[in-house]
């Protein structure tokens, strides 16, 4: 309460820091109060400020990623709603005020400054720089490097402070991990370790990541193409699980069934467990896999024969609809 009672003042807010602490310790919610950013109208009573930091209104700048998030909107093919990306879910996050008096970072400040060409300015790191560098596309060059998890960032700042706070917390937590110091087994840069991880979250259950990584990892050994149906939606407005022959015709920076090796940025923000899978993948010798049954259930071979199997078996189930691939997986 010393601490909050002396920001109030120093911004503004409050007179007194001695009427603040002793309205503070009045009020029993003040223990739940969590590190972040408030608004608080300045020039307020200790007591009403106090009131106004505990409510549930006051907490801005607080942003939730999930997993296997993108930095862009996207639609359902078959019911036509909106996936929110991470730049929509900023702008959400970066309201202060109500009504007439509000002010928010829109989706579209958030998208031009993301495609800066300054990318110290966006936080980006070292290990990441050349990757963004090579993205062809500067609209999606900061995919991946917001994390998933839980952020604060200040909503009074510039859209590229933003994000520049928020791809810079995220690198720290990425490192957090050990990813600069894996490779070894994998041969990936930590660059292209968080590009394979954002596509082990988006082709895998939790349980099966540390397979899904070795896949992989086995594939690009035998410079044999990944076919991830996920890198085939990437690029498109309007997803679906299963992908089009023409969808996986186009050829993209992303498109693996139109490439060899990982796309050119990650396709998501990966989860901590997907990025530690990629680093230290399971040991195995499989190149493919597949999704059997409505329980999830996905089984992993080495044996293209097996596989094709496992396809047709996928196909009985009602999982995998027969006219359209198994992502090639």
């Not at 549930?56 to 078959?78: A, I, T, Y």
Request: glycine share 8%; with cysteine.
């Amino acid at each position: 309460s010393t601490q909050i009672a002396a920001t109030m003042h120093d911004k503004g807010v409050v007179a007194s820091t001695g009427a603040f602490i002793e309205a503070a310790v009045r009020n029993s919610n003040m223990n739940s109060v969590q590190p972040g950013f408030y608004a608080i109208a300045s020039r307020s009573p200790a007591a009403q400020a106090v009131a106004a930091l505990v409510g549930k209104d006051s907490r801005v700048g607080n942003l939730v990623v999930s997993e296997g998030r993108l930095l862009h909107d996207q639609h359902d093919m078959s019911t036509g709603g909106r996936y929110d990306g991470i730049y929509r879910k900023i702008a959400e996050a970066s309201c202060v005020g109500t009504g007439a008096n509000q002010k928010c970072v829109t989706y579209e400040q958030l998208d031009a400054a993301g495609a800066s060409l300054d990318l110290a300015s966006l936080g980006v790191p070292a290990w990441a720089m050349q990757g963004v560098k090579d993205c062809p596309d500067r609209a999606r060059q900061l995919e991946g490097l917001i994390a998933a998890g839980t952020w604060d960032f200040d909503p009074s700042g510039t859209p590229e402070q933003i994000l520049r706070q928020l791809v810079s917390a995220s690198a720290k937590s990425y490192e957090s991990t050990g990813l600069l110091q894996s490779g070894a087994d994998t041969k990936l840069t930590p660059y292209e370790t968080l590009v394979a991880a954002s596509l082990v979250e988006r082709e895998a259950k939790p349980q099966d990541m540390g397979k899904v990584a070795r896949v992989i990892v086995n594939r690009l050994r035998v410079d044999q193409m990944l076919q991830f149906d996920s890198t085939v939606n990437y690029t498109l407005d309007r997803t679906e699980v299963a992908t089009t022959d023409a969808d996986r015709a186009q050829e993209t920076a992303w498109n693996t069934y139109a490439m060899q090796g990982l796309p050119k940025t990650p396709i998501a923000a990966p989860s901590l467990n997907a990025l530690r899978a990629m680093e230290n993948p399971e040991v195995g010798p499989w190149l493919y896999f597949v999704t059997v049954d409505k329980q999830g259930t996905t089984l992993f071979t080495d044996d293209y024969q097996e596989h094709l199997r496992l396809i047709a078996r996928a196909q009985r189930s009602g999982i995998l609809d027969s006219s359209k691939d198994s992502g090639g997986r």
